[in-house]
């Protein structure tokens, strides 16, 4: 499977790369851009390098009531307001562009995963054109897919929070255990009833089917598969967490080449040198996620559903054309 993956991510690298350049590392470049430079004309940054110190001056007090410290108090809830102030164009700016961001990328996305779950050799064009195809369809799948993973979460702390509560009942130790356990298996089962469903965008795509007949047939054809699914899921996490850790130090010996010492993070203060290099890092690591990463993710997920929905033999399962 691995071997499949490779070669149709090799045989369509520079047109996953260019679909993902266009519609989603070009966005982002432009969305960091433009909070970076709404920022800096209403000066965000000093604001806010003003807010820490005064914070850093009322945690000095050691008590309440001289003169000095209500002069304090005072300049420390002045400059939180001028800081709420000057972060409410950056959040406006923020969420409308941000939200313009999100559909471009998820077009990029719905074009890739459409073009390459359909042809062995894909084309811009084609692309662009099942991009258009599926764009809602797929939008919709995917927010079901959220929705449910909120569902998930939502229940996972609920679940964990009366573990917790029982476990107290046991002592300390048995309580820790009780709760580290259930922490454990409740994750554990949310991850594998996620990647259960986790291969409904190819079903839908490749079968051209419905938001809900698709979630079916990945809950279908991943019967028996769970934990395999489940594996996936990890071994890709492994490999991303890998390939983070090595940008992330290429980027480390990248800032001491820039000579940024601690002293740039003095008091919690940022410096115009750290938050251009904290922009440029993130542009750096979107640029690898978007070209080389969500692509391989995507040829190997598409290989593993083209894999597994074919016919069982096994005497009881259903038949799939």
């Not at 972060?87 to 559909?103: D, E, M, W, Y």
């Not at 454990?184 to 079903?203: E, Q, S, T």
């Not at 690591?285 to 597994?308: C, G």
């Amino acid at each position: 499977m691995f071997n499949q993956t490779w070669r149709a991510y090799r045989a369509n690298a520079a047109v996953s790369a260019k679909i993902m350049f266009i519609y989603y590392f070009i966005p982002f470049a432009l969305f960091m851009s433009l909070i970076l430079f709404v920022s800096y004309w209403i000066g965000l940054l000093p604001v806010f390098n003003d807010f820490s110190t005064s914070l850093a001056n009322v945690s000095n007090i050691d008590e309440l009531g001289l003169p000095a410290d209500a002069v304090r108090i005072a300049q420390a809830q002045s400059v939180a307001q001028r800081l709420l102030i000057s972060a409410i164009p950056v959040f406006i700016v923020g969420v409308f562009f941000g939200l313009a961001f999100l559909f471009i990328s998820f077009f990029g996305l719905a074009a890739l995963i459409g073009c390459a779950s359909r042809v062995s050799v894909i084309s811009y064009s084609n692309a662009v054109k099942v991009g258009k195809e599926i764009y809602w369809s797929l939008m919709g799948c995917f927010a079901l897919l959220m929705l449910m993973a909120f569902a998930l979460e939502a229940s996972l702390f609920i679940f964990i929070f009366l573990s917790a509560v029982i476990g107290s009942l046991f002592g300390s130790i048995g309580g820790i255990l009780f709760f580290l356990g259930s922490f454990v298996i409740g994750g554990l089962a949310c991850l594998a009833f996620f990647g259960r469903l986790m291969l409904a965008p190819y079903a839908l795509v490749i079968e051209r089917s419905g938001v809900m007949v698709s979630l079916k047939k990945s809950w279908t054809i991943t019967r028996g598969r769970t934990w395999v699914i489940f594996g996936f899921i990890v071994l890709m996490m492994i490999l991303l967490i890998i390939c983070m850790l090595i940008l992330m130090l290429v980027l480390y010996i990248l800032s001491l080449s820039l000579a940024l010492s601690s002293s740039d993070f003095e008091m919690g203060m940022i410096s115009e040198r750290v938050l251009v290099f904290e922009v440029v890092s993130q542009t750096v690591i979107q640029l690898v996620l978007a070209l080389f990463i969500t692509p391989f993710v995507v040829y190997f997920f598409k290989q593993v559903y083209l894999s597994w929905d074919k016919p069982r033999d096994t005497k009881g399962k259903r038949m799939f054309k």
